[in-house]
Every structure is written in structure tokens, then in C-alpha cells.
């Protein structure tokens, strides 16, 4: 039998207090939040760190709250308590249809935003959305905080901007009128990784012209969860099945996906075009577009 790997542990009684734990201890040291992936990956030794610096005891980042024109989402809420909040799925009802179909109810009442997100797998969920969604990632360290976009988080497969001396403390989502968004994921099984996801936001104003388009893929090889190609494609335009449908053609010819255990590269790549598809005319529908009419049917 295999002796588990020693390690420190520390508890933070504050974001200075866990900066200052990592800035003690050196690289070998990492935040441990709800560990659902952390744990695995040291069962399996992928991950081997000296020293875990536990960070759940910050309770001031377990929010959700709107301030300055924002959505503002601490690290530290957990997948179960974004699900359940009125206030996010009232703003985004993206996040609540992503979080739905992420794991099962027992990871998502341990993983934490900021724990999905600092993973860093290319198969999550949240950062689709939040790269839909136009957010901004407010980073803590030694220096101060700073801010960086949802869509520059990420520099590669399980790699963040996040420095070793540094943490993520809060998501923050723009909040605009005319928006109307929307996840829509194919797995193989209920609570399973996604073998494609999309998530889709579109802004719409008064004459029902999209002024703006996010879109986010996930598992499909887009470059930072990204579909840009087709978003310049929606801006100026009106939203219908067409536009709908090109904007997805054109996901599907700009991703780059990898076959993996979940599925063959063409799979993936048809998934891109038609769940994009799908994701932006449920976003048009809850942003007030009705088909035939430009603007009119609201659903909830
Ligand atoms: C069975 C199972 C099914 C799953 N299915 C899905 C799925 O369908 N879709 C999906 O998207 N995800 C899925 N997940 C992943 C799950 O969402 C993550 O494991 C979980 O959210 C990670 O959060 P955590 O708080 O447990 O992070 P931890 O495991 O504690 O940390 C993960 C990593 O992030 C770092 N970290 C954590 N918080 C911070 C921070 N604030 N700042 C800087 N670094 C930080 C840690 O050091 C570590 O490297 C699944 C996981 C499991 C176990």
C-alpha cells in the first residue's frame, strides 16, 4: 500500500493572513478551498505540495451581492450556494442553468467558484460562462489587488495568471440592460464533465439589434473558452434562426477541439456549431426577442 505524501497544513484567518502563509512557504504551498479537485489530484500524486494553506475559514468571500453596476461573486461561494441564489439567476440566468448540470449535489456543496476556476481544467463549466459574460477576475496579492479579464484567466490547460503568491477573491459580471443569457452542455451522463458546452449572452437594444454578444465554449478547444469569430459576426445584426445558425457555423470552424475519452474530435466540433446554436436563441428569447416579431415575447 502507498504511504500518502506528508503535508503541512495551515488554516487562514485572512486573505493577508493566506497571502503571507504563501509567501512564507514558497511555491510548494497551495489553497486549499472546498478540495474537490485538490484532494483528488494529490490521491493520485499529480499534485504534490508541501504545504496546504486552508482557506475556508474566510468567511467575507462567500458573497454574492450587486455593487457598482455588478454582479459580484467571492471565491469562496460554493457551486450549491450560486445555484440556489435568486439574485444571480434574477441577472444571469446563464449561471444557474451551468451550475444545474456541474457534478452532483455533493461536490457542489464543497467546490468553490474560485477552486473550479483556479483548476483550470479545459472541460469546466463556469469559465464558459463567465467568458460569456464579459467578467473580470479580482486577483489579491502581495501588492495590492488587481483585475484581470475572464477571458485572459486563463494561459493554458490547468495554468492561470493567478502568481504563487497570490489569490483569487471575487468574479465580477457587468450588469447591462438588454441582456439575456443562456448554458446549454451535452454530457454522457447525468452530473458528468461536459463532453461540449456552450454558454451564450447577447445585449439587445431598444429596436432589437444585438449590440454586443459573449460567447464561451467549453471542451471544444476554444482559445480561452472563447467563440470571438462569431460574436463579431452578431454584432449590428438582428437575432433569427439564421443569425443564429451562422454564429454557430462559424464556432464550429474557428474552435479546435481535442478527441478525448468524452468524445472524437468531430463530434465535438459539430457540438460547437450546434449548441452555440442553441445557447444564443435561448439568450435572444429571455433577452425579449420573439421570433417573427424582433422584440416582444419576454420569457422568464
Ligand atoms: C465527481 C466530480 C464531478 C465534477 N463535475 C464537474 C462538471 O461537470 N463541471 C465542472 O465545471 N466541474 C466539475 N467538477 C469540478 C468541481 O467543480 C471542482 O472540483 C471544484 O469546484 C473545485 O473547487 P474546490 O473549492 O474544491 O477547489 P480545490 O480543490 O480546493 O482547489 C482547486 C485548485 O484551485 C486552487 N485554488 C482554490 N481556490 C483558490 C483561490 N481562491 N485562489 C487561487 N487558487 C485557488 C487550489 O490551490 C487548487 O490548485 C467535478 C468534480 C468532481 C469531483
Redesign the pocket.
Known sequence: MQVPAQVEYEKASSVSHALSLLARYGPEA???????????MMKLRLAQPEVLVD?NGLADLRFIRVAGGELRIG?LTT?AQLLDSALAAGHFAILRDAER????PI?RE???V???L??A?P????SAAFAALKGTMIIAGPGGKREVSAREFHTGPYETV?GPVE???EVRLPVKAGAGTAYVKV?RRA????VGAAGAALWLDRAGVITDAGIGLTALGAQHFVAAEAEDYLRGRRPGPEAFAEAGAIAAANCRPAADQRGPEDYKRHLAGELTRRALAVAARRAGWGEGTGLGERTP
Open positions: 497551495r489553497i486549499l478551498a472546498g478540495g474537490h479537485s485538490l484532494i483528488p482557506v471565491t457551486h448540470v456541474i457534478a452532483d461536490v464543497w467546490g468553490t474560485g477552486g473550479s483556479c483548476q481544467d472541460s469546466e463549466d463556469l493567478v489569490m483569487l477573491t454530457s452530473g458528468d464533465w461536459p
